[in-house]
């Protein structure tokens, strides 16, 4: 059995562990609620975006854009594959940083499948822990951009979501789409469903297809159908609005990630004060005993000595 100066230091130890874990916790929930802020004011304009996309795209209105994907084309499975990956910049938040890797992987996998070679995928690593695995894994990420105001890296969006650089992410991606350097683009990210569900995703973000966004078109309760008046036309607005519906939807993602990574260290921040607070009171229990035990070891010697 550990002597009472080890299983005392043991409890200080783990009582150690667990303010850090406790104060992780507290500064993870704080920037979750600041994520679920972000993600509330945001939706209501990605939902109206993708409303009056929805509703253009249902009049079946004839449009020219090179980021679509109709019916009669075809990928071009020779052009190379652009891959974004979303993870985080730390770790202690489970298995957050793991799916993302692995859904790379199996990514990878798949598109080896259709004979795309690595030199064919460039991959967009959004977070310290997806740069590093990818660079173990032979490839070689793009971590920064240079803009017009200046350089960001990637990194910087991981910890924090700005939306002037993720614009000019989106930007780039969809400049090399548009000029035939790239024929698919991917993102691969946490979906924010609730504190406790972040479920990995794997979008393909280019080209974009238009049954996604393509609803029935339904009269309203007065016998009226939802038409619009659109100057210039129809196709001149549906083509400016497919850029902004894009860039939007990679902020969405990224956001989504934000706040899917502090609501797992959240929960792993828990988890772990809650072991932290088991461990100290089964310490405790057995201090107690060993302390107990060592009293009752020097009355006896003491009685013992005294009968002789």
């Known amino acids: 059995m550990a002597s009472l100066k080890e299983i005392k230091s043991r409890i200080g130890s783990v009582q150690g562990t667990r303010k850090v874990t406790s104060a992780m916790k507290m500064v993870s929930s704080a920037k979750l609620h600041k994520a679920q802020g972000m993600i509330t004011s945001m939706l209501p304009y990605q939902s109206s975006l993708d409303n009056i996309v929805s509703n253009f795209l249902s009049g079946e209105t004839p449009f020219n854009s090179p980021y679509v994907l109709k019916a009669e084309d075809k990928i071009?499975?020779?052009?190379?594959?652009?891959?974004?990956?979303?993870?985080?910049?730390?770790?202690?938040c489970g298995a957050f940083n793991y799916n993302a890797i692995r859904e790379?992987?199996?990514l990878v996998l798949d598109l080896k499948g259709d004979m795309v070679t690595d030199e064919q995928i460039d991959v967009y690593a959004v977070g310290k822990k997806v740069e590093d695995a990818v660079k173990k894994m032979d490839f070689k990420p793009v971590t920064s951009l240079k803009t017009a105001v200046g350089e960001f890296t990637f990194q910087s969006l991981a910890a924090k979501p700005d939306y002037k650089n993720v614009f000019a992410l989106a930007d780039h991606i969809l400049r090399q789409y548009a000029?035939?350097?790239?024929?698919?683009?991917y993102v691969i990210y946490h979906h924010f469903k609730s504190s406790a569900s972040q479920k990995i995703r794997r979008d393909l973000y280019l080209p974009l297809e238009i049954a996604q966004y393509k609803k029935e078109q339904k009269a309203t309760a007065e016998g009226f159908l939802n038409n619009y008046i659109v100057e210039p036309s129809v196709a001149e607005v549906i083509e400016s609005l497919m850029p902004q519906l894009l860039k939007q939807k990679l902020y969405t993602c990224l956001t989504d990630s934000y706040a899917s990574e502090h609501a797992a260290r959240t929960i792993a921040m828990q988890v772990a004060t809650d072991n932290a607070d088991d461990l100290i009171q089964e310490l405790t229990v057995l201090y107690n005993k060993s302390r107990q035990q060592a009293i009752t070891a020097e009355l006896l010697d003491i009685v013992a000595g005294s009968a002789q």
Do not use: C, Q, T, Y
């Not at 000029?179 to 683009?185: A, D, K, L, Q, S």
């Open 76 to 92: 071009d499975p020779s052009k190379k594959v652009a891959v974004i990956v979303m993870s985080s910049n730390s770790s202690l």
């Open 104 to 106: 790379f992987m199996s």
């Open 179 to 185: 000029e035939g350097i790239i024929g698919r683009v």
